[in-house]
């Protein structure tokens, strides 16, 4: 039986991967490195199936190091020790590299039993994650390698890749392929920026037309977009709601409905939605009416809670429309910070304990001790007066001149900025 066709158009040399090109185009840090044959401890950073065991493959065969690889969701301590008995031995006269995949899944202790040997210089590693290894990796680790961040593909550069791989199984089925406009394109764009998924998507292809093959190669075996649907089901997108990639979404979402663009915040809306993360999409949204627009229109925060309210009773897909409607009203809503911006900087001084005692005429007290000399509370309440507003203290005597709120440059709180700038004068 033939190996899975990914691994067999697995690149076997720098020029042959796809993408990653800001580490690997001529010139690129990585590259440079690679190509010095004096390889360092790496850490490669990124998501599946974008080529980071791949190229871990490519610098032992050029560095013709002896490749040892591990996975550690499910390695130990001893399969690190019986890799190490193997260095000095004929098999590894040039070296030993050790592919450590999935490092975050390592422990501690775990992670702490290679520094010796990483120090030693005894074994060069390479390890990989998916989550980000600044949170995962122990601090002693990151400090004695190199981080390189892989990248999602873009869908023309797996391009390609997929036309590689059907041209391999028109070996394989003696058939001959032809496809639908766009159809290469299509099986790239449901990868999800994943090449494995791309070309294990061309496998299921061959097998599912398989039996429309033409054994003469009279006539060729179409590949059509239909089909493509029907194997791929939905876009493979990224999504972890623990991972980077949540979190990324989630920040590119409610930076768009902050940045006033109504597209972008519908993009990352809809692939909240597609991810079936509906109560991240509700919480950002709910944030975006009180934090970004707040009072330049302050009437949105009920027109949005209630389409949240909406959108959690119907559920999805429906929660989409009264989702969309609040997200194109927040986004193209007139904006302002200067609640949050109110509030962040009294929290400040609470937090440091610029304080100070409350004034005698806002406290809760009817009764004044033996050593009042002017007792009463003399608090004056503004509905006795013009305007409904006297001037008196409220904030402590410490702090008592200090302003936390200012008015912002939008049309609703310039006008509540007229009207009491007229009743105070």
Not at 224 to 242: K, N, P, Q
Not at 293 to 322: F, R, T
Request: proline share 4%; hydrophobic share 40%.
């Amino acid at each position: 039986m033939n190996s899975p066709l990914a691994d067999r158009l697995r690149p076997e040399s720098l020029d042959d991967m796809v993408g990653q090109s800001h580490l690997l185009a001529q010139g690129k840090a990585l590259r440079n490195i690679i190509e010095s044959g004096d390889i360092p401890n790496l850490i490669f950073y990124g998501p599946s199936g974008v080529g980071k065991t791949t190229l871990a493959s490519i610098i032992a065969k050029q560095t013709n190091k002896r490749l040892y690889k591990l996975n550690a969701t499910n390695a130990s301590i001893s399969d690190i020790r019986d890799i190490i008995d193997d260095v000095g031995t004929l098999m590894t006269q040039n070296g030993i590299l050790l592919y450590l995949d999935e490092i975050q899944y390592f422990n501690k202790k775990q992670q702490q039993s290679l520094l010796e040997y990483l120090e030693s210089g005894e074994i060069t590693m390479i390890a990989s994650t998916t989550e980000n290894p600044y949170f995962y990796v122990y601090n002693a680790v990151i400090s004695r390698s190199t981080v390189f961040e892989f990248k999602s593909i873009a869908p023309e550069e797996i391009v390609p890749a997929v036309n590689r791989a059907f041209k391999i199984l028109e070996k394989d089925n003696n058939v001959k392929y032809e496809f639908e406009d766009g159809a290469q394109l299509a099986i790239a764009r449901a990868a999800g920026g994943d090449v494995r998924k791309a070309i294990n998507t061309v496998e299921l292809l061959g097998l599912a037309t398989l039996g429309n093959a033409d054994i003469n190669k009279e006539k060729a075996t179409l590949i059509s977009l239909e089909t493509i649907t029907e194997v791929t089901g939905h876009t493979a997108m990224r999504y972890d709601r623990a991972g980077d990639d949540h979190y990324d979404i989630v920040s590119a979402y409610q930076k768009s409905l902050r940045g006033s663009d109504p597209d972008a915040a519908l993009h990352y809306l809809a692939r909240l939605l597609e991810a079936g993360d509906l109560p991240s999409a509700v919480r950002r949204l709910l944030v975006c009416a009180c934090e970004d627009v707040g009072l330049a229109y302050p009437q949105i925060i009920p027109i949005v809670k209630s389409a949240c309210d909406i959108a959690l009773q119907v559920g999805l897909p429906e929660a989409q429309i009264p989702l969309a409607d609040a997200v194109i009203l927040v986004a193209t809503s007139p904006k302002s910070n200067s609640g949050e911006a109110a509030i962040m900087a009294a929290m400040a001084d609470v937090q440091s304990g610029n304080t100070g005692a409350i004034p005698r005429t806002l406290q809760n007290k009817h009764f004044d001790g033996e050593d009042q000399t002017n007792p009463g509370q003399f608090y004056k309440y503004p509905h006795d007066y013009e305007n409904h507003w006297i001037p008196q203290q409220y904030l402590p005597d410490a702090i008592k001149d200090k302003r936390y709120y200012e008015y912002g440059n939008n049309k609703i709180e310039q006008a509540n900025k007229a009207y009491w700038d007229k009743i105070k004068g």
